[in-house]
């Protein structure tokens, strides 16, 4: 799995960071940004459809699955 933090719509709620920091991390402006180049490993599959469903802007993508 390949996810993404599309810029544009991060307000810097920061629960992708929260939810899995092995996935997410935060810049000077408090935005996420993908760690690893989004590439997931298979154990965190499961931490990052969380983080994907607690986003509350809708803003991580799958970019392939
Ligand atoms: S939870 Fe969503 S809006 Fe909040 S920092 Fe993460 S990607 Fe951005």
């Known amino acids: 799995m390949r996810i993404r ?3 544009g719509k991060c307000q810097g709620h920061n629960r992708c960071y ?3 920091p092995e996935l ?3 810049d000077d402006l ?3 940004f993908e760690r690893l ?3 997931v ?3 965190l599959y499961d931490k990052a459809r ?3 469903d607690n986003c509350p802007e809708y803003a991580i993508e799958v970019v392939e699955e």
Do not use: H
């Open 30 to 32: 408090g935005n996420a």
């Open 41 to 43: 490993p298979a154990d």
């Open 37 to 39: 180049g989004g590439v």
């Open 24 to 26: 997410f991390d935060v």
């Open 50 to 52: 969380l983080a994907i």
């Open 5 to 7: 933090v599309v810029g």
């Open 18 to 20: 929260t939810i899995a």
